[in-house]
């Protein structure tokens, strides 16, 4: 693939806006200066620097976002800033979606992808992926409400009870939720529906991934091939309202931003 075109698939501009770029100096190929766009390169394990900043060719992006609160989920926010804009340019501007939707209160984990069957994979509901919230509650949590969580409760406009893969109480007023579904408000829902409600909202993980102890709010990783394994397993909380008693599974993954 000439060089132009493969800075064009890694978001760097349009054809002649990475000829250009080429052209000017300011592209490196395996760390020499390369100043002729048309030179062909296989994409395959490429390390290239843009201004001095280092990239490695990704036919597909694949990233992990420590949302912070305060940001929309969309391209045109309404009233807080946009997930996207703690993105660098050229992975916006390749077209990356979040995968599924985080209120703007709603922090951590979210997925961001360019690849249009990766985010079905992981907001169809009939996948059954499961994601992992810890919920802080305005009120003491009892057993009477983590059992009907379990259940299933009755929420308007579902033509079915809904219930928790797994529930587990951390204290008196947090829990370890665990859904499969991605309805809007779902867990904030399902909480008013037992009676509580729920003062911060945080997703720890999605099938087997776990947001990285170290990736602070408003950075992002790149999700290898271990980190999109540990994604599909998909592994259940067991179901039960009493402390975790297993670590979650570790995660891989190189700081990106």
Avoid at 42 to 63: H, I, K, M
Avoid at 112 to 129: E, I, M, N, Q
Wanted: glycine share 10%; aromatic share 6%; net charge positive.
């Amino acid at each position: 693939m000439e060089l132009a075109r493969l800075l064009q698939s890694q978001g760097f501009g349009s054809r002649a806006e990475c000829r250009a770029l080429v052209a000017s100096g300011r592209v490196c190929v395996n760390g020499r200066q390369c100043t002729d766009w048309a030179r062909p390169y296989e994409g395959e394990g490429l390390v290239f620097s843009v201004d001095d900043v280092c990239w490695r060719y990704r036919q597909a992006a694949y990233l992990a976002l420590h949302k912070p609160a305060g940001y929309e989920c969309s391209h045109r926010p309404q009233q807080h800033q946009s997930v996207y804009s703690l993105l660098p340019l050229p992975l916006a501007r390749r077209g990356v979606q979040a995968v599924g939707r985080l209120d703007q209160d709603t922090t951590g984990l979210l997925l961001l992808s360019d690849d249009g069957a990766f985010v079905h994979r992981y907001t169809s509901p009939r996948k059954l992926v499961e994601k992992v919230y810890e919920v802080r509650t305005r009120h003491v949590v009892d057993d009477g409400q983590v059992r009907a969580l379990l259940a299933g409760v009755t929420l308007r406009d579902e033509a079915l009870p809904v219930a928790a893969v797994g529930c587990q109480r951390l204290d008196d007023r947090q829990l370890r939720l665990s859904v499969t579904l991605g309805r809007y408000h779902l867990v904030k829902r399902m909480l008013a529906a037992v009676g509580n409600r729920v003062e911060s909202l945080h997703r720890v993980a999605i099938g087997g991934f776990v947001l990285p102890a170290d990736l602070r709010a408003g950075e992002w990783i790149w999700l290898e091939a271990a980190d999109l394994d540990l994604l599909a397993v998909g592994r259940l909380t067991p179901k039960c309202g009493g402390p975790v008693h297993d670590d979650p599974p570790a995660t891989l993954a190189g700081q990106g931003s």
